[in-house]
């Protein structure tokens, strides 16, 4: 009898040409089912919280798989499978699921930051990026508070996606600055494919005066990408939590 696990990870994507598993590239997705395929002898398919893009990290991530290991000892196994893998990707924990719980569709809420120097900093090259001048961060608060009036968010989405719907709620958006390093936070019940780039892309364009308030709520309202501004180089994205409903998880009294 098959039994579904959740696993709770992080990866750095500096090395990874994203999540999903890609013929000649290495992914995180291949990685996780090879170390977990020769520890269990089984064959395991790994089923993500979503896809990421090749250099977007993961402070916290979720993936499903499926084992007959039934007694497996969850913490000794992570641990196990931890050696198993470079350094580039740790687990965190293992814990048992209802068998019908999915890592993407059961999400209730995700969680990304956008993490900005304002200085050359070569300890942080590879995970966050180096933008040339101090935005305004007042201003992109404000276009961030614009965001919460609206559901559509087509022009901030990569073309020709495979999706039902470009319609996202958000709870959480706002910009941060300690020194020389600027983070943008944004919480919300989906995301469409390069959304958070994107915003962060045009919010840049308001902070540094090239659009105003009111352009950037025209470009929302226009429904089209090519009206928004550049995507944001990926290195400065990270997957920062993922929100479950409780009721999934096996409890152990």
């Known amino acids: 009898m098959l039994q579904r696990y959740f696993i709770e990870l992080a990866?750095?994507?500096?090395?990874?040409?994203?999540?999903?598993?890609?013929?000649?590239?290495?992914?995180?997705?291949e990685c996780l089912e090879t170390a977990l395929s020769t520890i269990t002898r089984e064959i395991i398919a790994v089923t993500g919280a979503g896809r990421t893009d090749t250099g977007v990290h993961a402070s916290y991530f979720v993936a499903h798989f499926d084992s007959e290991k039934l007694n497996l000892d969850l913490p000794v196994f992570a641990h196990k499978l931890n050696s198993f893998l470079n350094n580039d990707l740790v687990i965190f924990s293992i814990s048992k699921v209802h068998s019908e719980a999915h890592a993407r569709f059961d999400a209730i809420s995700r969680t990304y930051i956008y993490r900005m120097n304002l200085q050359k900093d070569p300890f942080s090259l590879e995970t966050s990026w180096h933008f040339f001048k101090q935005?305004?961060?007042?201003?992109?608060?404000?276009?961030?508070?614009?965001?919460?009036?609206?559901?559509?968010?087509?022009?901030?989405?990569?073309?020709?996606?495979e999706v039902k719907t470009n319609n996202c709620k958000i709870y959480l958006a706002e910009w941060t600055q300690s020194g020389k390093?600027?983070?943008?936070?944004?919480?919300?019940?989906?995301?469409?494919?390069?959304?958070?780039?994107?915003?962060?892309?045009?919010?840049?364009?308001?902070?540094?005066?090239?659009?105003?308030?009111?352009?950037?709520?025209?470009?929302?309202?226009?429904?089209?990408?090519?009206?928004?501004?550049?995507?944001?180089?990926?290195?400065?994205?990270?997957?920062?939590?993922?929100?479950?409903?409780?009721?999934?998880?096996?409890?152990?009294?």
């Open 11 to 29: 990866f750095k994507g500096t090395n990874f040409h994203g999540w999903q598993v890609q013929p000649n590239a290495v992914s995180v997705q």
């Open 135 to 161: 935005p305004d961060i007042d201003l992109m608060n404000a276009a961030s508070r614009i965001l919460f009036e609206y559901t559509d968010f087509t022009s901030f989405s990569k073309l020709h996606t």
């Open 181 to 253: 390093k600027v983070v943008f936070t944004v919480k919300a019940d989906r995301f469409l494919r390069n959304m958070v780039r994107a915003l962060v892309g045009t919010m840049l364009e308001v902070g540094i005066g090239k659009i105003s308030l009111d352009e950037f709520r025209m470009i929302i309202e226009q429904k089209d990408r090519s009206a928004a501004g550049l995507s944001v180089p990926a290195h400065g994205l990270f997957l920062k939590d993922i929100e479950y409903p409780e009721t999934i998880f096996k409890r152990t009294v």
